[in-house]
C-alpha cells in the first residue's frame, strides 16, 4: 500500500506560479512511477506530469514549458512547479503512483487560476 498527501494548491492570478508537493508513504520501495493528474469540472482526469525512477519525465502538450516535474532529495516527495499559470490549468490537482501494477491517488489540492 502507498498513500499519498498532496499539498500546495490555492488561489493565484493569471501569469502567477504555485508549487504543489506530494508526500508518498507506506511500500514506497515499490513505486516506479509518480505523477501529477487534474481534472476540471465537467472534464475528464488528465496527465499533467509523469516522473519515472530512472529520471524520465512527460508532459501534456498544455503544460510543457511552464510546468516542472522533480522528486525531493527524500525521493518520497514529488514536486510540481506551476509557472506562468493560466484560467484554463484552474483543476484539482491529484498525485499518483504506480507500484506493483497498482495505481494509487491521493485526495486532490485545488488550484484556482482567476484575477
Known amino acids: 500500500q502507498v498513500q499519498l498527501v498532496e499539498s500546495g494548491g490555492g488561489l493565484v492570478q493569471p501569469g502567477g506560479s504555485l508549487r504543489l508537493s506530494c508526500a508518498a508513504s507506506?511500500?514506497?520501495?515499490?513505486?516506479?512511477?509518480m505523477g501529477w493528474y487534474r481534472q476540471a469540472p465537467g472534464k475528464q482526469r488528465e496527465l499533467a506530469a509523469v516522473l519515472t525512477s530512472g529520471g524520465s519525465t512527460n508532459y501534456a502538450n498544455s503544460v510543457k514549458g511552464r510546468f516542472t516535474i522533480s522528486r525531493g532529495n527524500a525521493k518520497n516527495t514529488v514536486y510540481l512547479q506551476m509557472n506562468n499559470l493560466k484560467p484554463e490549468d484552474t483543476a484539482v490537482y491529484y498525485c499518483?503512483?504506480?507500484?506493483?501494477?497498482?495505481?494509487?491517488w491521493g485526495q486532490g489540492t485545488q488550484v484556482t487560476v482567476s484575477s
Open positions: 499518483s503512483a504506480v507500484a506493483q501494477s497498482n495505481v494509487y
Open positions: 507506506g511500500s514506497i520501495f515499490s513505486v516506479v512511477t
